[in-house]
């Protein structure tokens, strides 16, 4: 689904490299975790995935089912099936979450040469979606992410992921800020998209998460590389010891 | 104590191309009165302070600039799907072919030209009554000028409800053509009415609305200044509040290379609401002026100054708003906000809060702020495959949302809305 090899990436504006060659696998249907210290590069690598602006590939290259993403505008890796749950999602005051969502829903498709939705269609789906991630009616109604909780706006973002069904999800950190059973919540929204034509890349500090989430493979990033893959057995390990041992193997 | 030559020059060369109109007794006392102001105070020049920001050489200058007609093609009216009254103006004059019928329930609609001829008319209180009462602390020579000699409008007494809007539509059809018109609006207590204006009116545009909202009476104003590029106008709307009165004004200008808006409010009723704003997208020789006073003169009045400005390609935005509390008016709430948003470096906003407060127990609040798109809501909407331009746009008009709030009517703000999509959509080609 995504080959990710050697990618080196720095800032655009400053000479501060971050990722020092990420080489990841991603095949179709597979949930991957990766976990790592904080500033090791995980979230640099899923904006640099999905096209934001601010940072420079140096060396490397991504292919998305075959595809160049990195020579893509941010929509076109979305319309090819990218999708970010944002570590931070960004609030826009003055544009209606259900107006965002039918947008975005309709420009890819667009963007795919299929048939827009008609606006009943639209609320249908929307409507049944939400209600099995308890966002309400009023939350749809308001602007995108103002004045959201933590947690709300991390539903809003699988929300979103469900409506879009995109083939390649990222999801960075999406269990901050979410209390246990939204945590539930959220994590029966991935779990039902689980699909053999669809892959996940979950990037998470804790276990728990992925108690909900089962990975088949754990990458450890740390300082802008992954230094350890391996399978569900290396989130536990994390949990209970820490990064040390594993940094240290490395640097040995 | 003489008016510098400059000022006596350039007035007297105005006036001399464009002379007061002969009128029956009660207007013309009303021009002589509004001559004598103008001549005191002279038009005015860039170094007055009230026109620091914007250059009035091109609204005083004897000979209007001409300006293109804007071509619409096949696109609908603004305010198409809206029943309304309709009065056209074409070029600054009245016509009645293309007008409907002035004789609605709950209100008397009679034009200028005509009930000027007369010897008395109420209008005798108030045309040129509340410019004058509007000219101090600050002086606006050029709606004297306007009271002094215009040549046509229409005087609105609403003594009830009348079932529709009155829309007043302003076509220009010359590109040469130099228009002043004049309309008086007297709401009775109780009485209710909206108000629409749209079109660019002439290549020049001198425009005066002098509005007296009696108690409880409610006055709806919505206007779009009309896409003509070269177009330029000078407009007033002089208001007066009574008591619990309520005197909404809305305006969304989109090109047009030189305008300046001037509202001058006068709450002098307990309880009354005041709402004034405008929603501008202005893209290359653009320079628009909203000029904003509002005096507090009662107690427990609500004001609010909603302006916002989109602009690109070395656009001009101009704010100068002000809110001045008397000592009496105990209990008032002032808003004001003004901001744009530049979508380049070549654009310019320049602003002018100003908070006046005389009385101890009000809360008001004003905020002036200019800014670049956001990068990051930009972002995040083309990673969900808005592409970059729609994404934009909808930045654009959601930045504009809360001057458009301010629309009373949901139907009349859709149509705002609309239009405001359209010109984007126009922009991108
Ligand atoms: N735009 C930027 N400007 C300056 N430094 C940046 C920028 N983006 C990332 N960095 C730096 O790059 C490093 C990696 O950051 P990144 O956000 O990718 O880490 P992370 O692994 O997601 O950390 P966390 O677990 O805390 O979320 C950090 O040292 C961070 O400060
Ligand atoms: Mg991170």
Redesign the pocket.
């Known amino acids: 689904m995504l080959e990710i090899k050697n990618l080196h990436v720095k800032?655009e504006?400053?000479d501060?490299q971050?990722?020092k060659g990420v080489d990841l696998s991603l095949e179709a249907g597979k949930v991957h975790a990766i976990m790592?210290?904080?500033?090791?590069?995980?979230?640099?690598?899923?904006?640099v995935l999905s096209g934001k602006d601010?940072?420079e590939v140096t060396e490397g290259s991504a292919h998305l089912q075959g595809e160049d993403v990195l020579d893509m505008e941010p929509e076109e890796r979305a319309a090819a099936g990218l999708f970010l749950a944002f570590?931070y999602p960004v609030e826009i005051p003055g544009v209606g979450n259900m107006t965002f969502l039918r947008t975005a829903v309709n420009a890819q498709r667009k963007a795919r040469g299929e048939e827009e939705l008609s606006a009943g269609d639209f609320l249908k789906v929307v409507r049944e979606k939400a209600k099995t991630l308890k966002i309400d009616a009023e939350m749809l109604k308001r602007p995108v992410n103002v004045g959201f909780s933590g947690g709300e706006k991390k539903r809003n973002e699988i929300l979103q992921m469900a409506m879009l069904e995109p083939k390649m999800c990222i999801l960075?950190?999406t269990d901050s800020g979410l209390d246990v059973d939204a945590m539930k919540l959220v994590s029966e929204g991935v779990n039902a998209l689980r699909d053999a034509g669809r892959t996940f890349l979950v990037?998470t500090?804790y276990q728990r998460l992925l108690d909900h989430i089962k990975p088949d493979v754990v990458h450890i990033?740390a300082n802008?590389r992954i230094v350890k893959t391996g399978g569900p057995e290396l989130a536990l390990e994390v949990e209970q010891n820490g990064y040390a041992d594993i940094l240290a193997e490395e640097v040995a | 104590m003489g008016l510098p030559d400059i000022k006596t020059n350039l007035t007297d060369a105005r006036l001399a191309a464009q002379p007061v109109p002969q009128s029956g007794a009660w207007l013309a006392a009303a021009r002589d009165d509004a001559l004598a102001r103008l001549r005191a105070m002279g038009l005015p020049t860039k170094r007055d302070e009230y026109w620091k920001y914007t250059d009035p050489s091109t609204l005083t200058e004897a000979v209007a600039q001409s300006a293109d007609v804007f071509d619409a093609a096949d696109e609908a009216p603004l305010y198409d799907g809206i029943d309304r009254l309709k009065l056209v103006f074409v070029d600054g004059v009245f016509d009645v072919d293309a007008s409907d019928d002035m004789a609605p329930e709950g209100v008397t609609i009679e034009r200028l030209a005509d009930a000027g001829a007369a010897d008395i008319h109420w209008a005798k209180d108030l045309y040129g009554v509340l410019e004058a009462k509007g000219q101090s602390p600050v002086e606006r020579p050029l709606a004297a000028l306007n009271s002094a000699t215009a040549t046509d409008g229409v005087l609105i007494h609403v003594t009830g409800t009348p079932s529709k809007p009155i829309s007043l539509i302003y076509r220009h059809a010359d590109a040469t053509s130099d228009a002043t018109l004049h309309h008086v609006i007297k709401v009775d207590a109780g009485a209710e009415v909206t108000v629409l204006e749209n079109g660019p009116a002439a290549a020049r545009f001198n425009k005066c609305m002098e509005v007296d909202v009696a108690d409880t009476g409610v006055f709806h104003h919505i206007r779009a200044q009309g896409r003509d590029h070269e177009r330029r106008a000078v407009t007033h709307i002089f208001g007066r509040l009574g008591k619990e009165s309520v005197f909404k004004s809305f305006t969304m200008t989109a090109n047009g290379v030189l305008t300046r808006n001037e509202v001058v409010l006068e709450l002098t009723g307990d309880d009354a609401q005041a709402s004034v704003a405008g929603a501008c997208m202005g893209d290359g020789a653009f320079h628009h002026d909203d000029t904003v006073f509002i005096t507090h003169d009662a107690v427990n009045c609500e004001s609010r100054q909603v302006f916002k400005k989109v602009l690109r390609n070395g656009a001009v935005g101009v704010f100068q708003g002000k809110i001045l509390v008397q000592p009496d008016a105990q209990k008032t709430d002032g808003y004001q906000i003004s901001q744009s948003l530049l979508l380049d470096d070549d654009s310019q906003f320049l602003a002018k809060p100003e908070l006046e407060i005389y009385a101890d127990d009000v809360a008001c609040s004003h905020g002036s702020t200019s800014g670049a798109i956001n990068e990051e809501a930009l972002f995040y909407l083309r990673s969900r495959g808005v592409e970059k331009g729609t994404a934009e746009d909808l930045l654009v008009l959601s930045f504009l949302a809360e001057a458009i709030e301010e629309i009373e009517s949901d139907d009349i703000s859709e149509d705002i809305l609309a239009r405001l999509e359209a010109w984007l959509m126009r922009r991108r080609g």
């Open positions: 800032l504006d400053e501060k971050i990722l790592g210290p904080n500033g090791s590069g995980k979230s640099t690598l899923s904006y601010g940072y570590q960075d950190e990037i500090h990033m802008g």
